[in-house]
């Protein structure tokens, strides 16, 4: 059972665009929403994260838009470069539990 | 070392064989995850330990599959009688504590091919 539904599974920016992504959930007891970002042949990295009390966080030019209502949450990254290229994995946690459960992912390649 | 190292990082073998897979978390961190990536998937949680023992191994899809940690630092993923269905890459991933606010570190993962 699939805790955290993901879109688009792919896309294609320019270079100085704008990618966005989404992922849905339904159980409210989640309280943490990591994004990480994995190139062939590695391992996910976390990327950003946000808890449910703020309802955006930037770094660089990666955000994080959070609505609580809706049980959405999104990665928007900023100014798209050609080395942002790669899967990117939307997951979610409960704060006293271990267990992440991504979703599907999402491969963004970033045109030069 | 200075991250989650895995081996090998590709393993193929044979229908109804017995592989092992092997993870060296981040030193000093006592929880250590499994995980299973299948294509074109993200990560489904298999298993965790807490020090030696496994806390939670309620992600191990049935019980050709077992995982130990004896000394609490190194870990080995073990696979029976393994099946076509069992590629995939396996993940592994330590963090200092167990927890939310503990960031998960991943390693390169195990790809395995079961032809």
């Known amino acids: 059972q699939q805790q955290v539904k993901q879109s688009p599974q792919s896309l294609i920016v320019q270079k100085g665009g704008i990618s966005i992504i989404n992922c849905a959930y339904e159980n409210t007891a989640f309280d943490y929403f990591p994004w990480y970002q994995q190139f062939p042949g590695k391992g996910p990295a976390l990327l950003i994260a946000?808890?449910?009390?703020?309802s955006e966080k930037k770094e660089g030019r990666f955000t994080i838009s959070f609505n609580k209502s809706a049980k959405q949450f999104s990665l928007h990254i900023m100014d798209s470069q050609p080395g942002d290229s790669a899967t990117y994995f939307c997951a979610v946690l409960r704060s006293n539990d271990y267990k992440l459960s991504f979703g599907a992912g999402t491969t963004v390649t970033v045109r030069a | 070392g200075a991250g989650v190292s895995q081996t090998p990082s590709n393993k193929v073998t044979e229908k109804g064989k017995y592989v092992e897979l092997r993870c060296d978390p981040i030193?000093?961190?006592?929880?250590l995850y499994w995980y299973r990536q299948s294509l074109g998937q993200g990560p489904e949680f298999l298993i965790y330990f807490q020090g030696t023992g496994a806390a939670d191994d309620s992600g191990l899809p049935n019980d050709r599959f077992f995982a130990v940690r004896p000394e609490g630092s190194v870990s080995t993923l073990k696979i029976q009688r393994t099946e076509r269905g069992d590629s995939a890459m396996y993940l592994c991933a330590s963090s200092l504590l167990a927890g939310g606010n503990n960031e998960q570190f991943f390693g390169p993962g195990t790809r395995l091919t079961v032809l």
């Open positions: 030193s000093g961190h006592t929880a």
């Open positions: 946000i808890r449910p009390d703020v």
